[in-house]
């Protein structure tokens, strides 16, 4: 059985992995520093699974206590989620993106490379991409200069792993996500963030259970179908997967180069107002939302073109928009009654 460790493990996407991980049989190994998680998520896995992960509770950024669960673990691969991911927040806390994002990353490579460990899979991002010049994007499309200090660590995270990977003979994929959302369909876990949320859906599914008064629309004059922002919005549990595909593709040595990078997403692009109306639709509740400024370091539009993660990983989407907005309702409306 395989040792697989999850940084950031019981966050959003990286709990869903981590359930997805025990469900193929690996064993699993959490860190997190429960900065924007609570350790209740760690019980939620176990209700899920019937097994409780091992689990740290480390600050990446303390390179010795890196060293020292390195010291005292056998790891047979690394799915590296940890990071702060607001883009708003990120412009106002430049250094404390920079310092938690790219220097983990390299604590984390130093020590693959000082114990000849392998396989390592890089949470990554769309925004990697900027403004796109075409849509749906390829993974051929440039890297383009970093509209927020958030993505420029995606990017930036990105060259050190290639370089690490050529130098010291480390296998890894970047995924590069475009909008997780929704909920496992046990209602066990999901997006939980503390404080206001940074991402429109747990937003929209709060505004929709009083808690928030209403919902800011960030802008309505952007080249789209109806002026709001286009994105691409895919299911957690369908990228959870992904993840799975993308380990078992380095353990089982079926990558083409040291480091490889695909799309992740559904392919589809959604506007802010048509994923409201789409919740609406879901929920059965009207959503009080009203249209604000545009946001510092938001694009139009961004949408996957997947053929590449398709065909090479052999993963596919399998939930809708639908779907996914009627389990992020479901998650929220059962916050609501544990409070």
């Not at 590069?176 to 929209?204: C, D, M, T, W």
Request: hydrophobic share 40%; net charge negative.
């Amino acid at each position: 059985m395989k040792r697989i460790l999850v940084t950031g493990g019981l966050g959003f996407i990286g709990s869903h992995t981590v359930v997805e991980l025990q469900n193929e049989g690996f064993e699993v190994v959490i860190i997190d520093d429960l900065s924007n998680t609570t350790i209740n998520v760690l019980d939620s896995i176990t209700e899920i699974t019937g097994i409780k992960p091992s689990f740290h509770q480390i600050d990446l950024r303390v390179k010795s206590d890196v060293k020292t669960f390195f010291e005292t673990n056998k790891i047979d691969g690394i799915i590296h989620f940890a990071a702060f991911k607001a883009v708003g927040e990120s412009m106002h806390k430049p250094l404390d993106y920079y310092e938690n994002n790219l220097g983990t990353l390299v604590y984390l490579l130093q020590e693959m490379r000082d114990r000849k460990l392998d396989n390592f899979i890089f949470s990554s991002s769309c925004t990697v991409y900027g403004q796109a010049d075409e849509l749906p994007i390829t993974e051929k499309a440039p890297v383009k200069t970093a509209e927020s200090v958030y993505g420029n660590t995606k990017q930036i995270g990105e060259e050190i792993i290639k370089d690490a990977s050529k130098a010291h003979g480390i296998n890894a994929i970047a995924l590069r996500y475009f909008n997780p959302i929704g909920a496992h369909e046990s209602i066990k876990i999901g997006e939980l963030p503390l404080g206001v949320p940074q991402n429109l859906i747990p937003f929209v599914t709060q505004t929709a259970a009083g808690m928030r008064k209403e919902l800011s629309v960030f802008g309505d004059d952007y080249d789209t179908v109806d002026g709001t922002a286009v994105r691409d919005y895919i299911h957690v549990v369908d990228l959870a997967k992904a993840h799975i595909a993308a380990l078992k593709r380095l353990i089982n040595k079926k990558n083409k180069e040291k480091f490889e990078f695909f799309n992740v997403g559904s392919g589809t692009g959604s506007s802010v107002l048509e994923v409201i109306k789409a919740f609406e639709k879901a929920s059965g509740k009207p959503l009080n939302y009203k249209i604000v400024g545009r946001r510092e370091g938001d694009i139009t539009a961004a949408y996957a073109d997947t053929t590449i993660a398709n065909k090479e990983l052999n993963w596919k989407t399998e939930k809708t928009l639908d779907e996914a907005l009627a389990s992020a309702w479901k998650w929220q409306q059962q916050q609501q009654q544990q409070q």
